[in-house]
């Protein structure tokens, strides 16, 4: 059976994460058990379904950044969508445009931002 994706931020994420988004119902089982969601902008079945309408909103989505990788969501869904991967994904998508979404050289109170996002920043000045 081949997988049919129509847009490209979705395919991008596939290629990306070997993660299918549309296979997500939007059950918000993922969104229940998060334990970040207080501090989330938009809410992780939120940003799937932004993946899944095309809507690059998802790229600006601070939520992205506070994902902690815990995987509750990847345990809860019942289609076994692995979201920190799809955020993962996400992430790398960003870097790899070069979208300076902060730069490490004007900061001041490091504990203000996610750490997520700090080893994201810091990726660009080493390789």
């Known amino acids: 059976m081949r997988l049919i994706i129509s847009d490209e931020l979705a395919k991008d994420v596939y290629r990306i994460?070997?993660?299918n988004v549309y296979?997500?119902?939007?059950c918000g089982k993922c969104s229940g058990g998060c334990p970040v969601i207080s501090e989330m902008d938009y809410l992780p079945n939120?940003?799937?379904?932004?993946i899944q309408i095309g809507d690059e909103t998802a790229?600006?989505?601070?939520?992205i950044w506070l994902c902690a990788s815990c995987f509750t969501c990847t345990i809860r869904?019942?289609?076994g969508v692995d979201l920190a991967k799809v955020m993962e994904a996400l992430r790398l998508i960003i870097l790899r445009k070069g979208i300076n979404?902060?730069?490490l050289?004007?900061?001041k109170?490091?504990?203000?931002?996610?750490?997520?996002?700090?080893i994201a920043a810091s990726r660009k000045y080493t390789g």
């Open 17 to 19: 994460s070997g993660q």
């Open 23 to 26: 296979a997500c119902y939007q």
């Open 46 to 50: 939120q940003v799937i379904h932004m």
């Open 59 to 63: 790229l600006k989505a601070n939520a």
């Open 77 to 79: 869904c019942p289609r």
């Open 101 to 103: 979404r902060i730069d």
């Open 105 to 107: 050289r004007k900061l």
């Open 109 to 118: 109170n490091l504990h203000e931002y996610p750490q997520i996002a700090l």
